[in-house]
């Protein structure tokens, strides 16, 4: 099999995991079946220090690296990006990289790095949902849309931050090894799943708002407790001791989200949980998260994540997964 030579681009102030992790992914896949050759560069040869202190070694920088032959071009994200895409040395190295690279990918707020490039004109794009701001303020060119863990357009694939990284990294594994090597990766990285791209960076439980009172914190651990309970608004009312029509503005106001739609979500993960992690029928983690019907289960799904369930267990659950 010849290789396929995989090319990190970093720089002082880089995101350790931005690289660690999607490097880990080829080189485990490497290891199964000899398809990568993982380098890294830099601006300069020599040490790069990462934005925690941590540092790597480049062995050559831009200019003594030939930017023919790449196959996959990745850029990585930190919070040294707003300096590194002034670089006019270093964008004009992944300009030519990237432009004839089979795939142009970024991890975080690398994409800054590949528009400053020019590589990104017209493309739909995601990067971490605290730089969503400034990517589409700085980048009107760009159809920006930072829900999904990672994007891909054409042979353009973005990534939100960190550990959105190695979803990416798997996803280009599997996009050129198939499933079943992309699925030994994730196992032998004790990865608790393989995220699918259109996956929310946004989870409920750690993205909502917080309640500020006792009524609705109440509320949201009855919800919590058991997903697939009666959660209509006035069980929900009768937890936190309000009138429904209270409930519902004071739900809305604290957690920025009505009470119908934050029990979806919820329901919505834990049912995720379950296809992943046992053999349970699709009509039975239905009925007990909930929804009732198959049907109205794979409404949710769509809505939340443009995937069947059926789809998202065949392609994410474990080989262990039991009853």
Do not use: N
């Given at each position: 099999?010849?290789?396929?030579?995989?090319v990190f681009?970093?720089?002082d102030g880089?995101?350790?995991l931005?690289?660690?992790g999607p490097?880990?992914?080829?080189q485990?896949a490497?290891?199964?079946?000899?398809?990568y050759s993982?380098?890294?560069?830099?601006?300069l040869?020599?040490?790069?220090?990462?934005?925690?202190?941590?540092s790597?070694?480049?062995?050559?920088g831009?200019a003594?690296?030939?930017?023919?032959g790449?196959?996959?071009?990745v850029?990585v994200?930190?919070g040294?990006?707003?300096?590194?895409?002034?670089?006019?040395?270093?964008?004009r190295?992944?300009?030519?990289a990237g432009g004839t690279?089979r795939?142009?990918?970024?991890?975080?707020?690398g994409?800054?790095?590949l528009a400053?490039a020019?590589?990104?004109?017209?493309?739909?794009?995601?990067?971490?949902?605290?730089?969503?701001?400034?990517?589409?303020?700085?980048?009107?060119?760009?159809?920006?849309?930072?829900d999904?863990?990672?994007l891909?357009?054409?042979r353009?694939?973005t990534?939100?931050?960190?550990t959105?990284?190695m979803?990416l990294?798997l996803?280009l594994?599997?996009?050129?090894?198939?499933?079943?090597v992309?699925?030994?990766?994730?196992?032998?990285?004790v990865?608790?799943?393989?995220r699918?791209?259109?996956?929310?960076?946004?989870?409920?439980?750690?993205?909502?708002?917080?309640?500020?009172?006792?009524?609705?914190?109440?509320?949201?651990?009855?919800?919590?407790?058991d997903?697939g309970?009666r959660?209509?608004i006035?069980?929900?009312?009768s937890h936190?001791g309000l009138?429904?029509r209270?409930l519902?503005?004071?739900?809305?106001?604290e957690?920025?989200?009505?009470p119908?739609?934050?029990?979806?979500?919820v329901?919505?993960e834990?049912?995720k949980r379950?296809?992943?992690e046992s053999a349970?029928?699709?009509?039975?983690?239905?009925?007990?998260?909930?929804f009732?019907?198959?049907?109205?289960?794979?409404r949710?799904f769509?809505?939340?994540?443009?995937?069947?369930?059926?789809?998202y267990?065949?392609?994410f659950?474990s080989?262990k997964a039991?009853l």
């Amino acid at each position: 099999m010849k290789q396929r030579r995989i090319v990190f681009v970093v720089f002082d102030g880089f995101q350790p995991l931005d690289l660690f992790g999607p490097h880990e992914v080829f080189q485990y896949a490497d290891r199964l079946t000899g398809g990568y050759s993982c380098e890294i560069t830099a601006p300069l040869p020599g040490p790069v220090r990462s934005g925690s202190g941590l540092s790597v070694h480049s062995p050559c920088g831009v200019a003594g690296l030939s930017p023919e032959g790449v196959d996959t071009l990745v850029v990585v994200g930190g919070g040294g990006v707003d300096r590194a895409r002034h670089d006019a040395a270093l964008t004009r190295w992944i300009a030519t990289a990237g432009g004839t690279a089979r795939r142009v990918t970024s991890v975080c707020s690398g994409v800054f790095l590949l528009a400053a490039a020019g590589l990104l004109h017209g493309r739909r794009v995601t990067t971490h949902w605290a730089r969503e701001e400034q990517l589409v303020r700085e980048h009107p060119e760009l159809v920006v849309d930072c829900d999904p863990i990672f994007l891909r357009d054409g042979r353009v694939w973005t990534s939100a931050g960190v550990t959105a990284g190695m979803d990416l990294a798997l996803a280009l594994v599997e996009d050129d090894l198939g499933h079943e090597v992309a699925h030994a990766v994730a196992q032998e990285m004790v990865m608790f799943l393989r995220r699918p791209g259109s996956q929310s960076q946004f989870s409920v439980a750690l993205w909502s708002a917080q309640p500020a009172g006792d009524a609705i914190r109440a509320v949201v651990a009855a919800i919590h407790s058991d997903p697939g309970a009666r959660h209509g608004i006035d069980d929900l009312a009768s937890h936190a001791g309000l009138s429904p029509r209270h409930l519902q503005r004071r739900f809305t106001v604290e957690l920025g989200t009505p009470p119908s739609a934050y029990v979806e979500g919820v329901r919505v993960e834990a049912a995720k949980r379950a296809l992943v992690e046992s053999a349970h029928p699709v009509e039975a983690i239905a009925r007990r998260y909930g929804f009732g019907t198959a049907e109205s289960l794979r409404r949710a799904f769509h809505r939340h994540l443009s995937v069947a369930p059926s789809d998202y267990r065949d392609r994410f659950r474990s080989t262990k997964a039991h009853l």
